[in-house]
């Protein structure tokens, strides 16, 4: 049975918590640097358990997760999987959802557009690297025009409101990986570099960027970036 029963903390709360998240997940930045950088963003602390390819393929651990997959989130009695869900918790807690429910809805209308190139990406990374890296680069403007246009438009910056939000932190971390991967992606759009590096300089993220321990982490599970 999905339960929540013992969680305490209102949503909408920016709190200091009793106890750390915990995070079991590869080491690798993959799809949980959006949520490490929300978490440090807001002087939050995170456990995290690491799991090795070997490990994994044991299976024992793969059979307990509930689709089959990692990451894993806790917070408290709460477990969650699946990363956007986790970046939905988080924001609810930590006020990066907006400031209303319209707010909010396009806070998640942006996220799904954040997910849609994911998916895109990862595609690429594991199935079409060889053979897709130079269509796929030559294609991207197409996928950042909207963003760009978005935010050109924004008083403050971010994708909706006043405030950053959950997607900002995930268009942001998907946002570094394309600069890996096709070097010029963000050189004819001015807002999407300028967004980037606003974000980039907000001193606990710059504080995790520079840090050796993420720094380390492979953006992939397959060595390619």
Avoid at 113 to 122: G, P
Avoid at 171 to 183: G, I, P, Q, R, T
Avoid at 199 to 218: D, G, H, Q, T
Wanted: net charge positive.
């Amino acid at each position: 049975m999905l339960n929540c029963s013992r969680m305490q903390k209102k949503t909408g709360q920016s709190s200091k918590q009793m106890a750390p998240y915990t995070l079991t997940y590869f080491p690798v930045k993959g799809r949980c640097g959006a949520l490490k950088m929300m978490l440090a963003d807001n002087e939050q602390q995170l456990k995290e358990n690491m799991v090795s390819i070997e490990e994994w393929m044991k299976g024992d651990m793969k059979g307990s997760c509930l689709f089959g997959q990692l990451p894993k989130f806790e917070d408290g009695d709460l477990v969650l999987y699946q990363s956007n869900a986790m970046l939905r918790h988080l924001g609810r807690k930590h006020g990066a959802y907006g400031k209303n429910d319209c707010e909010a809805s396009l806070i998640d209308m942006m996220n799904d557009a954040v997910e849609d190139l994911r998916l895109k990406y990862i595609k690429l990374i594991y199935q079409e690297y060889e053979t897709g890296k130079e269509a796929y680069c030559k294609d991207l403007p197409n996928h950042l025009k909207p963003f760009e246009s978005v935010l050109s438009k924004s008083k403050s910056g971010f994708l909706v409101g006043d405030q950053i939000s959950f997607a900002d932190y995930n268009l942001f971390d998907l946002l570094l990986n394309h600069k890996v991967l096709c070097s010029a992606s963000l050189d004819s759009f001015p807002t999407l570099k300028s967004y980037v590096d606003k974000i980039a300089a907000r001193p606990k993220i710059k504080a995790l960027l520079e840090c050796e321990n993420f720094k380390k982490l492979p953006i992939n599970g397959n060595g390619k970036q």
